[in-house]
């Protein structure tokens, strides 16, 4: 069965820090993806990232880069020099096929991060 | 800004009432995908349409339904409303069957008297 587990609950960093929140998921699919979205307060969920299963190759986006190890079935995510309009809860997702052709998503519970002036 | 509609913003209503809500996917997108953000639940998957039919099914309860029509919008019931459902209702959508990017829409908060 799908689980999706974001042990941090909440992470408070200084600005220009960095900070890693932490994704760990389960599957027993060996085609799945992975993704990444930030909900600031204003409620929206907005993309970052998607990643298949079979492409570990990390990946950076300016700031923002990823960590994909299926060794340890992990996806962090990593923000550098963080800055106070990174406040927001990040989530991290698995995307794996169902019986009829469709995607289940399952959402881990979220970590929400704060960075203070 | 996502593409993807949702209507309405804002939905206050009393229990055992029954509701809809509606979702406009981005142009192009044939998947449509409703979840549920509550508290005490977090962010779960409810239900997945592809041009019409549905594709995957999540947690929904059997007191909602939903549908995609022709036009590919798509509409969740609900009914027999209860305070529990309060709650962030999302709408998202997909190029095709759900391998691609989720985009999803502004939501709808609803609450439950």
């Known amino acids: 069965a799908q689980k999706v587990t974001q042990a941090q609950t909440e992470i408070s960093v200084v600005e220009k820090e960095d900070v890693t929140l932490d994704c760990v998921y389960e599957?027993?699919?060996?085609?799945?993806?992975l993704f990444w979205y930030k909900q600031p307060p204003s409620g929206e969920l907005v993309f970052l990232i998607r990643?298949?299963?079979?492409?570990?190759q990390n990946e950076i986006s300016g700031r923002y880069s990823w960590n994909f190890q299926k060794s340890t079935s992990s996806f962090n995510f990593t923000i550098t020099a963080s800055q106070v309009v990174d406040s927001a809860v990040y989530f991290c997702?698995?995307?794996?096929?169902?019986?009829?052709?469709?995607?289940?998503?399952?959402f881990g519970a979220g970590t929400r991060l704060f960075v203070k002036a | 800004d996502s593409g993807v509609t949702q209507t309405p913003k804002h939905l206050i209503t009393a229990t055992g009432q029954r509701v809809t809500l509606r979702c406009s996917p981005r142009s192009g997108d044939l998947s449509v995908y409703w979840y549920q953000q509550s508290l005490d639940q977090g962010l779960q998957f409810l239900i997945q349409y592809y041009n019409g039919e549905e594709r995957a099914k999540g947690n929904i309860l059997e007191r909602f339904s939903a549908q995609q029509f022709p036009d590919l919008h798509s509409e969740l019931n609900l009914s027999s409303l209860e305070l529990g459902d309060s709650a962030l209702y999302f709408c998202a959508s997909s190029a095709q069957q759900g391998w691609e990017t989720q985009y999803f829409g502004p939501g709808t908060r609803l609450l439950v008297l």
């Open positions: 599957t027993r699919d060996t085609t799945y993806y």
């Open positions: 997702a698995l995307s794996e096929p169902g019986l009829t052709g469709g995607f289940k998503t399952i």
């Open positions: 990643r298949n299963s079979f492409d570990e």
